[in-house]
Structures are given as C-alpha cells and as structure tokens.
C-alpha cells in the first residue's frame, strides 16, 4: 500500500497523539502537584509516630502530671485520632494519583483503539516517518506507553505503602516519611519531562485546529 494513501489515516492519529502529550502536560503537573501535598502528611505520620511512642515511655502517674485523671490515655486517644486523619487524608491524595494513572491510560486506549482501526491503512514508512517537527508515529506510541507503565507502577507502590501502615505498628508509621521519598524516581519523571520536550514543536503545532 502507498504512504499517500496512508496520510488520511496518519493525520487523524497525529491529531489524536497530540491531544494525548497535551494531557500528559497536564497530568505531569497535576502529578507533581498531588505529591508536593502528600510531603507534609507523610511527614505528620512519622510525626504522630513519634509522640505516639514517647508516650507509651511515660508514665505519667510518676510525673506531676499524675493529678489530671485518665490524661495518658486522652493524650494518646487524641494522637490516634490525629493520625487517622493524616491517613485519610493521604488516601485522598491516593485517589487523585490513580486519577491521573487513569487519565493518561484511558488516553491511551484511545491512541491505540485509532490505530489498530486504522492499522491497515498505516504502513511500515509512515510510522517510522519522522520529521524535523514531529517524531514518527512509532516513537511517540512508545513514549506514551512507557509513561503509563511508570503512572501505573509509581500508583501501585505508593498504594502498597499507605496501605500497609497500621496504627499500632509504630516503627512502619515512623519509617513513612523516609519509605515513602525513596519511592521517587528521577529517571522516570526525567524520562515524561524529555518527552514532553521531544514532541513540543509537534504539540505546538496545528494547536488551534
């Protein structure tokens, strides 16, 4: 089949494409928005942790403390209550990161929905066709999936730690802050950030259509 009959069917899925890295602009932003919130909760729970245990080392009826009844047992109803909070809050913020995991996936199906019913239609040139403007068809599917497979696993592993943490278990609640950082990985928002940076003329063009 000639690429010149493949150009109706390559425009539509560059059209598409396009709209695709314009999404994934945004949800890089709004990915890197969620987690810039969840840094000072995760915080707030190795926090509480901490209060949480210093109390569990006193005795506050050999202190002067002694004469306010039932006060070690308040104080710890009240860090409890503290900390469930910061929890449920990170679970909301949970919830916005598999938004932007969903977004881009579903995005994504709709990319390759396109293309395979157009499949026929697209050659083996005209995918791998690149421009000085626009990268070819092939790269940019791939760019794309491979940012979805990093929304996906970063989603899952931040899953996997909040909903591993458990009130009583002190030392997981104490070591969140730090778990928690060292599921960041450069590499990948780099790789999201180069990619945006390839198609950028690409995006830019044809926006107003």
């Given at each position: 089949?000639?690429?010149?009959?493949?150009?109706?069917?390559?425009?539509?899925?560059?059209?598409?494409?396009?709209?695709?890295?314009?999404?994934?602009?945004?949800?890089?932003?709004?990915?890197?928005?969620?987690?810039?919130?969840?840094?000072?909760?995760?915080?707030?729970?190795?926090?509480?942790?901490?209060?949480?245990?210093a109390l569990s080392?006193?005795?506050?009826?050999?202190?002067?403390?002694?004469?306010?009844?039932?006060?070690?047992?308040?104080?710890?109803?009240?860090?409890?209550?503290?900390?469930?909070?910061?929890?449920?809050?990170?679970?909301?913020?949970?919830?916005?990161?598999?938004?932007?995991?969903?977004?881009?996936?579903?995005?994504?199906?709709?990319?390759?929905?396109?293309?395979?019913?157009?499949?026929?239609?697209?050659?083996?040139?005209?995918?791998?066709?690149?421009?000085?403007?626009?990268?070819?068809?092939?790269?940019?599917?791939?760019?794309?999936?491979?940012?979805?497979?990093?929304?996906?696993?970063?989603?899952?592993?931040?899953?996997?730690?909040?909903?591993?943490?458990?009130?009583?278990?002190?030392?997981?609640?104490?070591?969140?802050?730090?778990?928690?950082?060292?599921?960041?990985?450069?590499?990948?928002?780099?790789?999201?950030t180069d990619t945006?940076?390839?198609?950028?003329?690409?995006?830019?063009?044809?926006?107003?259509?």
């Amino acid at each position: 089949m000639s690429s010149e009959m493949s150009i109706p069917s390559s425009l539509a899925l560059q059209q598409v494409l396009r709209k695709s890295f314009q999404h994934l602009e945004t949800n890089q932003k709004t990915w890197h928005s969620v987690l810039a919130e969840c840094t000072p909760l995760v915080g707030s729970v190795g926090n509480l942790a901490q209060q949480l245990r210093a109390l569990s080392n006193v005795n506050i009826s050999n202190t002067p403390l002694q004469a306010f009844p039932d006060l070690q047992q308040r104080l710890h109803f009240k860090l409890v209550l503290a900390l469930d909070i910061v929890l449920e809050k990170l679970n909301e913020k949970l919830v916005l990161l598999q938004s932007v995991r969903d977004s881009h996936s579903n995005q994504l199906t709709a990319v390759f929905q396109l293309y395979e019913r157009d499949a026929d239609t697209l050659d083996l040139y005209t995918c791998t066709q690149r421009s000085p403007v626009a990268p070819s068809i092939a790269d940019m599917l791939e760019w794309l999936q491979n940012a979805e497979l990093y929304y996906k696993q970063q989603f899952l592993k931040r899953k996997t730690l909040l909903h591993s943490l458990m009130p009583d278990d002190l030392s997981l609640l104490e070591s969140t802050p730090e778990r928690w950082d060292s599921l960041d990985t450069s590499s990948g928002e780099e790789y999201i950030t180069d990619t945006l940076f390839r198609v950028s003329f690409f995006v830019e063009s044809n926006k107003g259509e």
